[in-house]
């Protein structure tokens, strides 16, 4: 199931894609239909809340998708404003598992492999209140001062847990999304200089979407973890375009550490929610901070890239759809 958040007519609805990714279907149109009421309007409160939802919920997703009923309560995806699908999740943290792109960043700046990568998943907290989906990203002029996007994709847990076992972590993800943790470097490297952080270098904005796509969908794209390794893996397309042109490449198999092994960790002496979010970290080439280093080792005199007022970035993958968002002066 593909779930979507938008706007129309005046009334925010979180509904279902059709089958061909051209129609959305609001649930509460499709409640009101059957003389019910869906009392949701975003993801984590269906997530939170949806026991006595749940079964209905996928008896309209059949319904509409192998018999075509509720058809005419469908909304073309092009005509309404697409939201993030999550509005205000219970908590964002943020992963560092694609080995490629921690040893790129890490030779362009002349340091060796960190051997702790091996050892444990690492993540950060983010913050949970700046969350945006597609569209303007307004930023302050600080933000501008080597502003960057990351390439990622982000799952959101529908079950509570505590250490929980990374062999059944994958059974308390409900869904995944395509995630940009836009990035500011002058500020974050600031900071982090103190050893803490990021902090203000990635607290104005994290966009997700366009839509929550359930594990099922990805079945088709299963593959392999990493050898020695536990938890799902797919082996799904991943790509962003600035200003039209392709930049970064990737796959979601490429990470080193999977999701259920992050969740292990997350869940290590404290109690994990649903509704709570939890990202990759950047796909190997998926930020300018590691394509303009890459270039430079390169070529020294190479001019650097970073996002300007207007910039348009759009981040694609297989089943999760296309994140398109713009720069734009707060």
Same mark, same amino acid.
């Given at each position: 199931?593909?779930?979507?958040?938008?706007?129309?007519?005046?009334?925010?609805?979180?509904?279902?894609?059709?089958? +061909?990714?051209?129609?959305?279907?609001?649930?509460?149109?499709?409640?009101? /239909? &059957?003389?019910?009421?869906?009392?949701?309007?975003?993801?984590?409160?269906?997530?939170?809340?949806?026991?006595?939802?749940?079964?209905?919920?996928?008896?309209?997703?059949?319904?509409?998708? !192998?018999?075509? +009923?509720?058809?005419?309560?469908?909304?073309?995806?092009?005509?309404?404003?697409?939201?993030? *699908?999550?509005?205000?999740?219970?908590?964002?943290?943020?992963?560092?598992?694609?080995?490629?792109?921690? !040893? /790129?960043?890490?030779?362009?700046?002349?340091? &060796? =492999?960190?051997?702790?990568? +091996?050892?444990?998943?690492?993540?950060?907290?983010?913050?949970?209140? /700046?969350?945006?989906?597609?569209?303007?990203?307004?930023?302050?002029?600080?933000?501008?001062?080597?502003?960057?996007?990351?390439?990622?994709?982000?799952?959101?847990?529908?079950?509570?847990?505590?250490?929980? *076992?990374?062999?059944?972590?994958?059974?308390?993800?409900?869904?995944? =999304?395509?995630?940009? +943790?836009?990035?500011?470097?002058?500020?974050? =490297? !600031?900071?982090?200089?103190?050893?803490?952080? *990021?902090?203000?270098?990635?607290?104005?904005?994290?966009?997700?979407?366009?839509?929550?796509?359930? *594990?099922?969908?990805?079945?088709?794209?299963?593959?392999?973890?990493?050898?020695?390794?536990?938890?799902?893996?797919?082996?799904?397309?991943?790509?962003?375009?600035?200003?039209?042109?392709?930049?970064?490449?990737?796959?979601?198999?490429? =990470?080193?550490?999977?999701?259920?092994?992050?969740?292990?960790?997350?869940?290590?002496?404290?109690?994990?929610?649903?509704?709570?979010?939890?990202?990759?970290?950047?796909?190997?080439?998926?930020?300018?901070? &590691?394509?303009?280093?890459?270039?430079?080792?390169?070529?020294?005199?190479?001019?650097?890239?970073?996002?300007? !007022?207007?910039?348009?970035?759009?981040?694609?993958?297989?089943?999760?759809?296309?994140?398109?968002?713009?720069?734009?002066? /707060?």
């Amino acid at each position: 199931m593909k779930f979507v958040r938008f706007l129309w007519q005046g009334e925010i609805s979180l509904g279902i894609l059709s089958r +061909d990714e051209q129609f959305v279907l609001s649930l509460a149109a499709a409640a009101r /239909a &059957e003389g019910r009421i869906f009392p949701f309007q975003d993801a984590e409160s269906y997530i939170q809340h949806r026991l006595p939802y749940e079964s209905w919920v996928e008896w309209v997703h059949r319904r509409y998708h !192998e018999k075509g +009923d509720f058809e005419e309560y469908q909304i073309p995806y092009a005509v309404v404003k697409v939201l993030s *699908p999550v509005r205000r999740p219970v908590s964002l943290r943020d992963g560092y598992a694609f080995r490629q792109h921690v !040893e /790129a960043a890490r030779r362009n700046r002349g340091l &060796e =492999m960190i051997p702790e990568f +091996d050892q444990f998943p690492v993540f950060y907290f983010s913050n949970a209140l /700046a969350i945006t989906g597609p569209g303007c990203i307004y930023v302050e002029p600080r933000h501008l001062e080597k502003l960057d996007f990351e390439l990622e994709v982000a799952v959101i847990l529908g079950q509570s847990g505590r250490n929980i *076992p990374a062999h059944k972590a994958d059974n308390y993800i409900f869904g995944y =999304m395509l995630m940009n +943790d836009w990035s500011a470097r002058v500020l974050q =490297m !600031e900071e982090m200089k103190l050893n803490l952080g *990021p902090a203000k270098g990635k607290d104005f904005a994290t966009s997700l979407g366009p839509w929550l796509v359930t *594990p099922d969908e990805l079945e088709p794209y299963r593959t392999s973890p990493p050898p020695g390794h536990v938890g799902s893996a797919y082996k799904i397309a991943l790509q962003a375009e600035l200003n039209g042109s392709p930049i970064s490449y990737g796959y979601l198999s490429d =990470m080193s550490w999977t999701f259920a092994e992050i969740l292990e960790r997350v869940s290590y002496g404290v109690e994990v929610l649903p509704g709570e979010i939890i990202g990759s970290g950047t796909v190997g080439t998926g930020c300018l901070l &590691e394509i303009n280093g890459t270039r430079k080792r390169q070529g020294p005199s190479t001019p650097e890239t970073w996002l300007q !007022e207007g910039d348009e970035v759009l981040l694609v993958g297989q089943e999760l759809g296309s994140l398109h968002n713009r720069i734009c002066k /707060a």
